[in-house]
């Protein structure tokens, strides 16, 4: 293994700043790593490991030459205008906004659920949505079970999934609010210190907030399961790290609450924590800054004779959106892509 | 009129304080009013209008000698104590605990939905918890339209649900949270800042909590729909007043959300705000304070054919608790509840 050529673009935002301190605790096998963000934040120095990296603008193809692997995470926008030019330099690009994950030709990817959507990628290769991959995972599980008929989920989304300013503001929002103060919501529509915002992203025509039917779309797409039965309501709560969800599935035959919690616990990604009489259940708090998703308050659902009711939680910005990413680059090292690659392709990355 | 003696248990509580500023509101013909806490309280003066009430310990049935209606607002163990009291000494007790709610001969009323259940009570009323009522209300307006066939509620309930003390932890612990100390929680189980805690009270067998439990059991109750299929995932959410709902409904035939938004809009106490493309929808900062259950994000389930989805708030110190209460106080006097005991039990009362 010689490893890979990594350039992270937006590089300085939450969600890259924790995509490189994962490529160091993973171990990461890059042999070189180049970091992009926007002309504000160009000319910034980064510590990665033992290195000082300078971030760069992305000028053109050009600055993606020699990379193997683009990680993209910052706006649609961005993604929609850089993409194209990394996969035109050969390199792969990981996708963490919501630009490509429904093209058909682009693998929507959790690579405990649909590793082998990876092969036959056309250069870009798309993350679900940080709420979206917690729970496709846990239908994963309990798909081995029985059929999946309908999902009914509700969130309880943390501010990082916003980005930087969001957190920001929920910090300064909270501390004037102690102090009687009140302060104008920016990176949301309406205040979210101690206050809940049942608005993620913009309405569709049907009622639903595209952060909703982002979840019904991709979820149908990384299960094979075209008409999954879905709805969600997506809430903004005011917490810093970690998405969480009431999730309630209705499957094609009756699976006791022990049988999932069996399903789950085997499940790679997964971790049951679920001890009612301990009172210890998944928590955003506790979970900050972890890798797996949570499960507990596995229970049958009362209203539904094929019900189960469960409560979901996993760090947004690791396995919702970092984590995901690298994984999905490692299961490509170890699919051989870029020997494979390298060989083939060789010169066309000269251009 | 010549207005009713009312007294108040657990006057200096959340509850407590906002229903004397409600019984002021609403100019409630409060002939006298006698203030009731526990002994830690006892000796504390309360302005209430332009008067100044002693708050009292209670000592015992002659403690309500004189009172038409005793409002308790304590927990269970106080109301399972003292509502047989107040009984004896010839008062109607209006409960805001869960001790009698589904006792078969005692009423659990929302004035909107089932007043006529306060015929025949016993001397004892109960109003629901403040995650059922506005639930029922928004059920009993659907179900003009359609049999309620399903109910799949996710909640996200304010601090103030627990008590002043939980309110000043939410406080204090978020202070502390800002400047990067931890403050050990009290009022709950596990710190409430910055995060949200799916659980609610005590587990029950069936894996529910005892939060969730009610809003099935009070809901069958309060609706006379005994097997109503609903299930509740009650979770806390770092927000000083008010609770919301995300609600499912899954009803005999479907219902269009335009129905829907007209039989509510119709419906006494609630109120329609829903204007996604003014990003206008309920939400508690903004209902702190008022009256109503306000609805919104009304749209057609996608996951079900004859399917509502929709979000609810409503002021749980108010309409969730002290407003339901004197609403209650008023429809007896409206039934002449009290004119006909003066009349038939006005010797009994000076026992």
Chains 1, 2 share one sequence.
């Not at 990628?121 to 239908?139: D, E, F, K, Y």
Request: proline residues 6%; neutral net charge; aromatic residues 4%.
């Amino acid at each position: 293994m010689q490893g890979v050529n990594i350039a992270v673009v937006g590089a300085t935002g939450l969600v890259g700043t924790v995509f490189l301190s994962i490529l160091e605790e993973r171990h990461f096998p890059a042999r070189s790593l180049k970091l992009f963000a926007s002309a504000r934040s160009a000319g910034k120095r980064v510590p990665v490991g033992d290195r000082t990296y300078v971030v760069e603008e992305v000028t053109g193809a050009e600055s993606f030459r020699g990379m193997d692997i683009v990680f993209i995470s910052a706006d649609t926008g961005v993604s929609k205008r850089l993409a194209p030019l990394a996969v035109q330099a050969g390199a792969v690009v990981i996708d963490d906004s919501s630009a490509f994950r429904m093209e058909p030709d682009v693998p929507l990817v959790v690579p405990e659920v649909n590793a082998a959507d990876l092969r036959g990628h056309r250069g870009i290769i798309a993350i679900p949505n940080c709420s979206t991959t917690p729970l496709v995972m846990v239908l994963h599980a309990l798909r081995q079970a029985a059929a999946i008929e309908r999902v009914v989920a509700a969130t309880y989304q943390s501010v990082s999934g916003t980005g930087r300013a969001a957190v920001e503001e929920l910090m300064e929002q909270s501390r004037a609010a102690l102090e009687g103060r009140d302060i104008a919501p920016k990176a949301y529509l309406h205040p979210i210190a101690f206050n809940v915002l049942p608005q993620i992203d913009d309405f569709l025509e049907n009622g639903y907030t595209k952060e909703e039917w982002k979840m019904v779309t991709e979820t149908r797409k990384i299960l094979h399961l075209p008409d999954l039965a879905l709805s969600a309501t997506c809430v903004r709560v005011p917490v810093k790290v970690c998405h969480s969800e009431a999730v309630q599935v209705e499957l094609s035959k009756p699976v006791s609450p022990e049988e999932a919690r069996a399903l789950l616990a085997k499940m790679p990604g997964v971790r049951v924590l679920d001890e009612p009489e301990r009172n210890e259940y998944p928590m955003p708090r506790l979970l900050a800054g972890t890798d797996n998703v949570y499960v507990g308050r596995i229970r049958k659902d009362a209203s539904h004779p094929r019900g189960l009711a469960m409560w979901v939680v996993a760090d947004n910005l690791r396995k919702g959106a970092a984590l995901n990413a690298i994984q999905i680059a490692e299961e490509l090292i170890k699919q051989g892509a870029f020997q494979a690659k390298s060989a083939s392709t060789g010169s066309a990355r000269a251009v």
